[in-house]
């Protein structure tokens, strides 16, 4: 993102008294808006409604005869693991489809490493001291599973092209207590950018000091676009496998914010050894995931076209709701210096950057006047942005409308806070 420096900051100052008699005007219309999750709308998931309904009573048999109604198919149905690889740009044999959540299978497979270790590896990872590479901003919940599991998170920055590799490679080659990376390679939580070729190849390529360092690949916004074109991205298993790496990617994904959030079905994918490594755990854990909802997912998407043309129906619902937040940001704060924000073209988040030192105020005023954000903070390890500058604003819940009023607000408090900082 570009650096955020006031293009007229007497005027700002100036302007003061103006943007406190329009805040305290805001502050008496009661607003109610809440722009934190990044949740499907209720148009979003009524979208999938037919899916409810859409195996009749006696329609529990997938393709190769599996009774969807029992035990069994550890790793998902052919059917399911096939529109997944598809979508995934990777081969069925590399896919294991899971319960209902990828956030589920990302902490199990931390947790795996942490007490089994990883294939290639040189035993638990929870024996010493760990480390994990965490671009920020990035997912809150991927930084509260390294917390919660005692691991050290070392933020690096992002750019427009993804991570910097730069930095990054010197880190994974001279640290062997770096054993993890989180990633979300397209469209990512919450600035959108997809990384670029080249970047997804050198994270392929870097040379590590752990022999068993994993990119934990949260492929999250796959399908995700709310352009007519998709953005490129470079499938990372087979680049790990020409670079030599085979096992150093676990793949993520789900239908959360494609079918249904929470009742959709997940999916990991990786390399052969470390496909066989999961089962082995995951055939203790359970007897086999929930096939009848797999078989749903199947009968209503049929294939991963369908899927395609169901998210071509979310973007529609998803794109003016993320114009509104272009259109009001550029009309109020466009020329300023004051912010900067991102104009993504998949996903769900737009990140917003104001001056240093003023998040935490515009995220505190914000609340005052009716408008709920994500806490400042939040995306980057332990809730601590070091420049304090960092909002991430979801707009795909509320209507468009609401969303253009929500911003209006930021947008003053922005302002605002902007205005008191530079006249202290
Ligand atoms: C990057 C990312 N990964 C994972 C998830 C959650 O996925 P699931 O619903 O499959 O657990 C989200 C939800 O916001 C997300 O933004």
């Known amino acids: 993102m570009t650096a955020i420096t006031p293009t007229k900051p007497q005027e700002v100052v100036a302007n003061l008294s103006q943007y406190e008699a329009s805040y305290a005007a805001v502050k008496q219309r009661g607003l109610k808006l809440d722009m934190t999750r990044g949740k499907p709308s209720n148009e979003q998931l009524d979208l999938a409604n037919e899916m409810i309904n859409v195996l009749g009573p006696s329609d529990y048999k997938a393709a190769d005869g ?13 059917e399911m693991k096939a529109i997944f690889a598809e979508l995934l740009e990777t081969s069925p044999a590399n896919v294991i489809v899971g319960g209902a959540s990828s956030l589920t299978m990302m902490h199990d497979a931390v947790v795996r490493a942490l007490l089994h270790g990883v294939p290639d590896g040189v035993g638990p990872w929870g024996r010493g001291k760990i480390k994990f590479l965490c ?80 990119l934990f690949w949260d492929n999250a916004y796959a399908v995700h676009d709310l352009e007519a074109t998709t953005d490129p991205l470079v499938e990372i298993i087979a680049a790990c496998a020409k670079a030599g790496n085979p096992n150093r990617p676990l793949e993520f994904a789900s239908t959360s914010k494609i079918s249904f959030a929470g009742a959709g079905v997940a999916v990991m994918a990786s390399s052969a050894a470390n496909v066989a490594d999961a089962k082995k755990h995951l055939g203790i854990q359970t007897i086999g995931p929930d096939k009848v909802n797999q078989l749903r997912h199947v009968r209503f998407f049929k294939d991963a076209a369908g899927v395609r043309a169901h998210m071509r129906k979310h973007a529609a619902l998803l794109r003016p709701k993320f114009e509104a937040v272009s259109r009001i940001f550029e009309r109020e704060l466009g020329g300023t210096g004051l912010a900067a924000w991102t104009k993504p073209r998949g996903g769900y988040f737009v990140s917003l950057d104001t001056l240093d030192g003023c998040a935490s105020e515009v995220v505190k005023l914000a ?44 947008a003053l408090c922005v302002k605002l806070a902007s205005a008191r900082k530079l006249k202290a």
Request: some cysteine; glycine content about 8%.
């Open 135 to 214: 671009p920020s901003p990035g997912y809150d919940r991927h930084f509260a599973i390294c917390q919660h599991h005692g691991i050290e998170m070392i933020a690096v920055d992002l750019d427009k092209d993804g991570p910097d590799m730069a930095s990054d490679e010197k880190l994974v080659a001279s640290d062997a207590s770096i054993k993890g990376m989180w990633c979300v390679p397209k469209y990512s939580n919450p600035t959108g950018e997809t990384y670029a070729a080249s970047v997804v190849e050198r994270l392929a390529a870097m040379k590590t000091a752990a022999p068993d360092f994993r």
């Open 66 to 78: 599996t009774d969807t109604r029992n035990y069994g198919g550890l790793d998902g149905l052919p």
């Open 367 to 410: 609340d005052e006047a009716g408008v709920k954000l994500t806490p400042a903070g939040a995306t980057f390890p332990l809730g601590k942005d070091p420049r304090n500058r960092n909002i991430r604003v979801a707009p795909s819940l509320p209507p468009a409308s609401q969303v253009e009023t929500a911003m209006e607000v930021v």
